[in-house]
């Protein structure tokens, strides 16, 4: 028996997963590629039981705001499962040698808010980048396609994949990407045009800034020379970009060429960690240099959040009805916010408050001096 991640290059957090697992030596099977027709049934099961409470989760505080994605999960040979790219490194940290956290609180705490905000609003400049900037070159639904054979079949992957790209096109104003009313898309298959909402602010222009602004951070982190972004070791940040750039390097042949021009180094330590060498390590500095990064979360996530959280306390689940995705498509539970000067609506997302939650709880138990060093190098909470 191994260990077994159910991935997919597409998904930031699969490829998150990959990097953190093989920076603990590990080299789990990898489905639905290595898998067949009985594993995707096993792991089926698992997943619709795991949605009723039933089987043993390894996450450490299982929370009623938790979803299930399809992507990643883990099952470690010894029994249970985790499906979530934080609580998988997290588990790693708990049963193997080595650490992904940094062991100075204020570094550790600099290092879980970059990877929160790579996961939420860095999700979203993904989605935006794959399918609108990349919209006429991905290269997802092939590679879909050809992940999914493994266990489906080539038949039934060629049809999955025909609906994958129009549905994912069709998410893109839930995962916050409004198109211009009247922008031209002509270019683009009817069914991959990228929408837009009306009474929703446009937001292309906005996801754009907080994908720049994302990835200029990180080539200012690495211009010391330095392996990762708080030095000679991987920890859950370095591990949330390499998950998020990667797939969109390997995935999105326009956003790729953005990226080689704009942030060459950062490429560079891409296509290194993505080849299968990230590296523990032990010295971890915090400084000047994840400066620009901080700033970028303190103005692109942590806004956000609180905008979120603010009207999640006003519409409870009782008197409210669903929210996230279900919610959106119904149009209810949404809100109005503005994010870096760019006016926004959306709708009340409940694992989006877990996270903000957690974000603030950690800052206070900072001790005020570790606070003020945060402060000074630009984090807002």
């Not at 270019?187 to 929408?195: E, H, I, R, S, Y």
């Not at 990226?259 to 290194?272: F, K």
């Not at 960690?273 to 620009?292: A, D, F, M, R, W």
């Amino acid at each position: 028996m191994r260990d077994t991640l159910q991935f997919s290059l597409l998904s930031p957090f699969s490829v998150k997963a990959r990097t953190l697992c093989w920076g603990f030596g590990l080299n789990p099977r990898i489905t639905p590629q290595d898998g067949g027709p009985l594993n995707a049934a096993r792991i089926e099961a698992t997943m619709q039981l795991a949605a009723r409470g039933i089987g043993k989760c390894l996450h450490r505080n299982p929370s009623a705001l938790e979803e299930f994605p399809l992507v990643p999960w883990l099952f470690p040979e010894s029994g249970g499962y985790l499906c979530d790219s934080t609580e998988i490194g997290l588990y790693l940290e708990r049963t193997h040698e080595g650490a992904v956290t940094p062991g100075d609180p204020a570094t550790a705490f600099a290092s879980r808010l970059i990877e929160e905000a790579v996961d939420e609003v860095g999700l979203y400049a993904l989605h935006h980048t794959r399918w609108v900037t990349s919209g006429r070159t991905t290269i997802a639904m092939p590679k879909l396609a050809e992940e999914i054979a493994g266990s489906l079949g080539r038949p039934a992957a060629s049809l999955f994949i025909k609906k994958f790209g129009p549905r994912q096109v069709r998410r893109l104003n839930y995962l916050f990407s409004v198109a211009p009313e009247g922008a031209d898309f002509s270019d683009f298959p009817t069914d991959m045009k990228p929408p837009a909402r009306a009474g929703f602010p446009p937001t292309h222009e906005l996801l754009d800034t907080i994908w720049f602004s994302m990835l200029d951070g990180v080539e200012h982190a690495l211009a010391d020379g330095r392996d990762y972004l708080f030095g000679d070791g991987l920890t859950m940040a370095d591990a949330a970009l390499i998950g998020n750039l990667g797939s969109t390097l390997l995935v999105d042949p326009e956003a790729a060429e953005i990226m080689e021009d704009r942030a060459p180094r950062t490429v560079s330590w891409l296509r290194a960690n993505l080849e299968g060498t990230p590296k523990l390590g032990e010295v971890h500095e915090l400084g000047e240099s994840q400066s620009p990064l901080l700033n970028w979360a303190s103005e692109a996530f942590i806004p956000l959040m609180k905008q979120n959280a603010e009207a999640y306390e006003r519409c409870p689940v009782e008197e409210g009805g669903p929210r996230n995705e279900k919610a959106y498509n119904r149009g209810i539970n949404l809100f109005d916010g503005e994010l870096m000067g760019h006016p926004y609506r959306t709708v009340v997302k409940d694992f989006q408050v877990k996270t903000y939650r957690e974000i603030g709880k950690l800052f206070e138990d900072l001790t005020d001096s570790d606070k003020s060093r945060l402060r000074d190098l630009g984090v807002e909470i």
